[in-house]
């Protein structure tokens, strides 16, 4: 069992920055990959950063790289998303999500999710 609290979400304008955090707690950490999704209304909730728990095989959806970074502090249990250069089509809701799996851009790969926060990108 694996539980995750997001937060860091705000009003960003475009160009800005924002750091979204995931506080994760549970055992047995070292078998989940950690993921950062994100959904807007009407549409699937999207892949945007993966990582595993032992720092390993970082990913990102094409429109992301080079602009988002994710990392984790096993020290601290806290997962995070550096996000650089907003733009306003990065709006949506946030969610950080655990699971048991090697690697996965899809939902259907983890168990565990945060409630979500919100990002919006706006002037």
């Known amino acids: 069992q694996v539980q995750l609290v997001e937060s860091g979400g705000g009003l960003v304008q475009p160009g800005g920055s924002l750091r979204l955090s995931c506080q994760v707690s549970g055992h047995n950490l070292k078998r989940y990959l950690l993921a950062w999704f994100r959904q807007t209304p009407g549409k699937e909730r999207q892949f945007v950063a993966s990582?595993?728990?032992?720092?390993?095989?970082?990913s990102y959806r094409d429109s992301v790289k080079g602009r988002f970074t994710i990392s984790r502090d096993v020290a601290f249990n806290r997962l995070w998303l550096q996000m650089d250069s907003l733009k306003p089509e990065d709006t949506a809701v946030y969610y950080c999500?655990?699971?048991?799996?090697?690697?996965?851009?899809?939902?259907?790969?983890?168990?565990?999710w945060g409630q979500g926060t919100q990002v919006t990108v706006s002037s």
């Open positions: 990582i595993s728990w032992l720092g390993h095989m970082p």
């Open positions: 999500a655990a699971g048991e799996v090697i690697s996965s851009f899809s939902i259907n790969g983890y168990d565990y």
